[in-house]
């Protein structure tokens, strides 16, 4: 997918294009993982699901060493000062993925107890649905970072059907994705 | 042996500590050693819970009586690589030796028992799934036996044989996110990997039967929310086949290890009396020598008819804790097998309309089931006025669910006895004489779940 | 089912009216005798306290209670687990609003604490005695005790029609 554009740009295209190709494929992730969306983030860093292959497998412990915050649970008022502090500690640039629906907007628990939305307290460029999100949601959050990190805009969902046609089978009690064979022009760029 | 006491400290010294340690989160610090009261320093140290003769460490061997700038104290959290969750310890370090910790919690209070006042009964398991969120089928099965018990149901046997399957598949994948966690924990980084695919497996089961892989609000009041799909024991065969033979690899690469072994022989060790007074259950009661097991000693569910072994610990360290949650995963394989062999048919639910909404396919045919569901999921139903405390064995230790009903269709207290909430109380006795290395090994072998702790 | 040992005799168990109420068996008591029937089960052969809980019964004022005990705004529910003889009981305790103090029960199970910091700060029950009776789970600076019955729930009104909640 970025590989096309990559040589395009890299033969005539200029210095920037590149440096957001780098942080993009590269961007490592600081350690938030709070309540059951982290069970679900670490899932996706396992074998199965494999953030690896977008150059994230690596979670840092020390918020200055990384890019992202995914901030995976619900945010207690307790806790709302420690979320700004690690915030605060990772250096520029950052952007913020709210995992679940409790880190969005408070999830179904709106009460006393939990900050309504993470946006109250850091600013978030995407918000990832769920309760939890499954590990494709999160994926497809994390890849629309990517595409947010290299275009500078949310990118419009492809027309020809690259996120269509997916069926899931079941094999020995695993589950095996099978895709349908994709429409001729599929996996082109959105227009 | 010797401490120092408060007398023997300027009472303005302490005073001036006080004011240094106001934070913006409030006044959470430590005492200092000597503003601590006696009978704090003695809970420490253990003469309140009588540590039995050379069990713990000799505290000859450091000094125990130490001035105020020879220590250090050091803050472990809320925001650390491991994944237990948001859990704050501040210990106070001799050196490397650990002298006291005291965990400081409340970063995932959620309000979930305020919360559960406002739901009605049925909606009360989307909310209990998610206190210890990685043994969900517990949580709902406690609270769903604590409102049978206020209402007087009976479930169908296989409404009961279904949760107990669904429950023991959980214990299974939640002692081997453990595995994992514990290994990464310890330095065994690729444990993690491999404890994630065996849950992987698992859940690709729980979302074939519940739909969801986490927090499936599958158990409820009056039975199952539906029934096994077809192909189900092919399912959990090829699960009771392929764990097996997994946990033969973990043995192999994890058992004789001698890393593994250094890191946790002997290190945290706990007494029976000690765990019993703190209220610990669970598989760190069972490490200290006390077999007690919710499902061998106070059977719930269909317990007394399946035969399982429950494992006991000598000398109640990591090494035995690692040890029993491991054989657990197998003890628990064991009697998914006799399920699949002595499951009963019949109905998932109970069929009482005042609980049990109607099919719906009914729905489209029949008036009254229109509005018999209508009725049931806006109105709720009714529990007589009492109060239930239904215990369960969940893979921490003991969780229970104290209902209060005021005989509307809402709960009126509930509060879960959550056994990482109690079993974090072992942690001070546990610490104490310890390296940091060791407190990692140490937290991690509690298993403490956040969600669990705080609520 | 395990055996259930023996049961209350002529419905009191040290000298404390007693009963079967769904299940288990339930002691009442009030705040003067409370300390001396917690040392009494201990020795009984309860030598877990399994937890420590509060309830404000400020919306449900008429409960069943039995003759004897004045009902008052809160009640302390301590559950006890004997794992020699394989029982449990239930501990019922008044506590009234003006004065919500209450013995610790540290000293007799070193595991209460936890539990009674949580009920303090859920409800703002005193337990005098107590090593550290601090806040356990809100913030140290927090005002108001969250599992009162006239403590709101703290819902932030959005945008859509909500299903009935709340009494």
């Given at each position: 997918?970025?590989?096309e554009?990559?040589?395009?740009?890299?033969?005539?295209?200029?210095?920037?294009?590149?440096?957001?190709?780098?942080?993009a494929?590269?961007?490592w992730a600081?350690?938030?993982?709070?309540?059951?969306?982290?069970?679900?983030m670490?899932a996706?860093?396992?074998a199965?699901?494999?953030?690896?292959r977008?150059?994230m497998?690596?979670?840092?412990?020390?918020p200055?060493?990384?890019?992202?915050?995914?901030?995976?649970g619900?945010v207690?008022?307790?806790?709302?000062?420690?979320?700004?502090?690690?915030y605060?500690?990772m250096?520029?640039?950052?952007?913020?993925i709210?995992?679940?629906?409790?880190?969005?907007t408070?999830?179904?628990?709106?009460n006393?107890?939990?900050?309504?939305?993470?946006d109250?307290v850091?600013?978030?460029d995407?918000?990832a649905?769920?309760?939890?999100?499954?590990?494709?949601t999160?994926?497809?959050?994390?890849?629309?970072?990517?595409?947010?990190?290299?275009?500078?805009?949310?990118?419009k969902r492809?027309v020809?059907?690259?996120?269509l046609g997916?069926?899931?089978?079941e094999a020995d009690?695993r589950?095996?994705r099978q895709?349908q064979p994709?429409p001729?022009?599929?996996g082109t760029p959105?227009? | 042996?010797?401490?120092?006491t408060?007398?023997?400290?300027?009472?303005a010294?302490v005073?001036?500590?006080?004011?240094?340690?106001?934070t913006s989160?409030?006044?959470?610090?430590?005492?200092p050693?000597?503003g601590t009261?006696?009978?704090?320093?003695r809970?420490?140290?253990?003469?309140v819970?009588?540590?039995?003769?050379g069990v713990t460490?000799?505290?000859?061997d450091?000094?125990?009586?130490?001035?105020?700038d020879?220590?250090?104290?050091l803050?472990?959290?809320?925001s650390?690589?491991s994944t237990?969750?948001?859990?704050?310890?501040?210990?106070e370090?001799q050196g490397?030796?650990v002298?006291?910790?005291?965990?400081?919690?409340?970063?995932?209070?959620?309000g979930?028992?305020?919360?559960?006042e406002?739901?009605?009964y049925?909606?009360?398991?989307?909310n209990?799934t998610?206190?210890d969120?990685?043994s969900p089928?517990?949580n709902?099965?406690?609270?769903s036996?604590?409102?049978?018990?206020l209402?007087?149901v009976?479930?169908?046997?296989?409404?009961?044989w279904?949760?107990?399957?669904?429950c023991e598949?959980n214990?299974?994948s939640?002692h081997m996110?453990w595995l994992a966690?514990?290994?990464s924990?310890?330095?065994?980084?690729?444990?993690?990997?491999?404890g994630?695919?065996?849950?992987?497996v698992l859940?690709a089961?729980?979302e074939?039967?519940?739909?969801l892989?986490?927090n499936?609000?599958?158990?409820?009041p009056?039975?199952?929310?539906?029934?096994?799909?077809?192909?189900?024991r092919?399912?959990?065969?090829a699960?009771?086949d392929?764990?097996?033979?997994?946990?033969?690899d973990y043995d192999r690469?994890?058992?004789?290890q001698?890393?593994?072994q250094e890191r946790?022989?002997g290190?945290?060790a706990?007494?029976a009396?000690t765990?019993i007074?703190?209220?610990v259950?669970g598989?760190l009661?069972r490490s200290?020598?006390?077999a007690?097991?919710?499902?061998?000693d106070?059977?719930?569910?269909?317990?007394?008819?399946?035969?399982?072994d429950?494992i006991?610990g000598n000398?109640g360290d990591?090494?035995d804790?690692f040890?029993?949650?491991f054989?657990?995963?197998?003890?628990?394989?064991?009697?998914?097998r006799?399920?699949?062999?002595m499951?009963?048919?019949?109905?998932?639910?109970?069929?009482?309309?005042?609980?049990?909404p109607?099919?719906?396919s009914?729905?489209?045919?029949s008036?009254?089931?229109l509005?018999?569901h209508?009725?049931l999921y806006?109105?709720?139903?009714k529990?007589?006025p009492?109060?239930?405390?239904?215990?369960?064995?969940s893979?921490?230790g003991e969780?229970?669910c104290f209902?209060?009903?005021?005989?509307?269709?809402?709960?009126?207290?509930l509060?879960?006895?959550t056994?990482?909430f109690?079993?974090?109380?072992a942690m001070?006795?546990?610490?104490r004489?310890?390296?940091?290395?060791?407190?990692i090994?140490?937290?991690?072998t509690?298993?403490?779940?956040?969600?669990?702790?705080?609520r | 089912?395990?055996d259930p040992?023996p049961?209350?005799?002529?419905?009191?168990?040290?000298?404390?009216?007693?009963a079967?109420?769904?299940g288990?068996?339930?002691?009442?008591?009030?705040?003067?005798?409370?300390r001396?029937?917690m040392g009494d089960?201990?020795d009984?052969g309860?030598?877990?306290c399994?937890?420590?809980t509060?309830?404000?019964?400020?919306?449900?004022?008429?409960r069943?209670?039995?003759q004897g005990?004045?009902?008052?705004?809160?009640?302390?529910?301590?559950?006890l687990?004997?794992l020699?003889?394989?029982?449990?009981?239930?501990?019922?305790?008044?506590v009234?609003e003006?004065d919500?103090?209450?013995?610790?029960?540290?000293d007799?199970?070193?595991?209460?604490e936890?539990h009674e910091?949580?009920?303090?700060?859920?409800?703002?029950?005193?337990?005098?005695?107590?090593?550290?009776m601090t806040?356990i789970?809100?913030?140290?600076?927090?005002?108001?005790?969250?599992?009162?019955?006239?403590?709101?729930?703290g819902h932030?009104p959005v945008?859509?029609k909500?299903?009935?909640?709340g009494?």
């Amino acid at each position: 997918m970025g590989l096309e554009k990559l040589n395009h740009n890299f033969l005539t295209g200029s210095l920037e294009e590149m440096v957001k190709w780098a942080r993009a494929s590269s961007s490592w992730a600081a350690n938030f993982g709070l309540a059951c969306c982290a069970i679900e983030m670490m899932a996706t860093g396992a074998a199965n699901f494999d953030l690896a292959r977008f150059g994230m497998e690596v979670f840092r412990a020390s918020p200055r060493q990384a890019d992202v915050m995914i901030v995976a649970g619900r945010v207690s008022q307790k806790m709302a000062p420690v979320l700004r502090q690690v915030y605060d500690q990772m250096m520029e640039p950052k952007w913020v993925i709210s995992m679940g629906v409790c880190a969005s907007t408070g999830g179904m628990f709106n009460n006393y107890a939990i900050v309504q939305g993470v946006d109250q307290v850091v600013p978030v460029d995407v918000y990832a649905p769920g309760c939890p999100p499954g590990p494709e949601t999160l994926i497809h959050s994390i890849l629309t970072l990517h595409e947010k990190i290299r275009q500078g805009h949310i990118t419009k969902r492809p027309v020809d059907g690259r996120g269509l046609g997916i069926h899931l089978t079941e094999a020995d009690g695993r589950r095996i994705r099978q895709q349908q064979p994709q429409p001729a022009g599929a996996g082109t760029p959105t227009r | 042996m010797r401490r120092t006491t408060v007398d023997q400290l300027a009472a303005a010294e302490v005073e001036a500590h006080d004011e240094q340690a106001r934070t913006s989160e409030g006044f959470q610090e430590m005492v200092p050693r000597a503003g601590t009261r006696a009978a704090e320093l003695r809970r420490e140290a253990g003469s309140v819970l009588r540590i039995p003769e050379g069990v713990t460490t000799d505290f000859g061997d450091f000094d125990v009586d130490v001035a105020e700038d020879e220590t250090m104290i050091l803050n472990l959290g809320p925001s650390h690589p491991s994944t237990h969750g948001v859990l704050r310890v501040m210990v106070e370090l001799q050196g490397e030796s650990v002298l006291r910790c005291k965990p400081v919690i409340g970063y995932l209070h959620t309000g979930m028992e305020k919360t559960g006042e406002e739901l009605m009964y049925h909606q009360g398991s989307t909310n209990v799934t998610r206190m210890d969120y990685l043994s969900p089928f517990f949580n709902e099965l406690t609270y769903s036996l604590g409102v049978e018990r206020l209402l007087g149901v009976e479930v169908p046997p296989r409404a009961t044989w279904i949760r107990m399957l669904m429950c023991e598949l959980n214990r299974i994948s939640s002692h081997m996110l453990w595995l994992a966690t514990n290994g990464s924990d310890i330095g065994a980084i690729n444990m993690l990997v491999y404890g994630w695919r065996e849950r992987e497996v698992l859940l690709a089961f729980f979302e074939k039967v519940t739909g969801l892989r986490m927090n499936h609000n599958y158990i409820r009041p009056g039975g199952v929310a539906a029934d096994l799909p077809d192909g189900w024991r092919d399912d959990v065969l090829a699960i009771c086949d392929v764990i097996p033979r997994r946990m033969d690899d973990y043995d192999r690469l994890l058992t004789g290890q001698p890393i593994l072994q250094e890191r946790l022989e002997g290190v945290g060790a706990l007494d029976a009396d000690t765990a019993i007074a703190l209220g610990v259950t669970g598989p760190l009661l069972r490490s200290t020598g006390v077999a007690w097991d919710l499902r061998r000693d106070q059977p719930y569910l269909a317990y007394e008819q399946v035969d399982f072994d429950v494992i006991v610990g000598n000398y109640g360290d990591c090494w035995d804790r690692f040890a029993i949650r491991f054989n657990e995963i197998r003890e628990s394989v064991r009697i998914c097998r006799q399920i699949v062999d002595m499951m009963p048919a019949g109905d998932y639910r109970v069929q009482d309309k005042k609980v049990t909404p109607p099919p719906r396919s009914r729905i489209d045919e029949s008036m009254e089931a229109l509005i018999h569901h209508f009725k049931l999921y806006t109105e709720g139903f009714k529990v007589e006025p009492g109060e239930a405390y239904v215990p369960v064995e969940s893979p921490r230790g003991e969780l229970g669910c104290f209902i209060v009903s005021d005989g509307s269709s809402r709960p009126y207290r509930l509060h879960m006895r959550t056994p990482s909430f109690a079993n974090l109380q072992a942690m001070p006795p546990m610490m104490r004489g310890a390296l940091v290395a060791d407190a990692i090994a140490i937290v991690s072998t509690i298993d403490p779940l956040l969600g669990d702790v705080d609520r | 089912m395990s055996d259930p040992g023996p049961g209350p005799q002529d419905g009191h168990v040290h000298g404390l009216p007693a009963a079967e109420y769904f299940g288990a068996t339930v002691i009442h008591t009030d705040r003067d005798r409370y300390r001396q029937l917690m040392g009494d089960l201990k020795d009984d052969g309860y030598e877990m306290c399994v937890g420590v809980t509060g309830v404000d019964y400020l919306m449900h004022a008429g409960r069943d209670l039995p003759q004897g005990i004045d009902p008052q705004r809160f009640e302390v529910v301590v559950e006890l687990l004997s794992l020699s003889r394989h029982r449990r009981v239930r501990v019922r305790c008044q506590v009234p609003e003006s004065d919500p103090h209450l013995p610790t029960l540290f000293d007799l199970w070193a595991g209460s604490e936890a539990h009674e910091r949580e009920t303090f700060d859920m409800f703002g029950i005193v337990f005098d005695d107590h090593p550290d009776m601090t806040r356990i789970l809100m913030p140290e600076d927090w005002e108001g005790h969250p599992l009162r019955k006239d403590y709101p729930t703290g819902h932030v009104p959005v945008q859509f029609k909500e299903s009935p909640g709340g009494r």
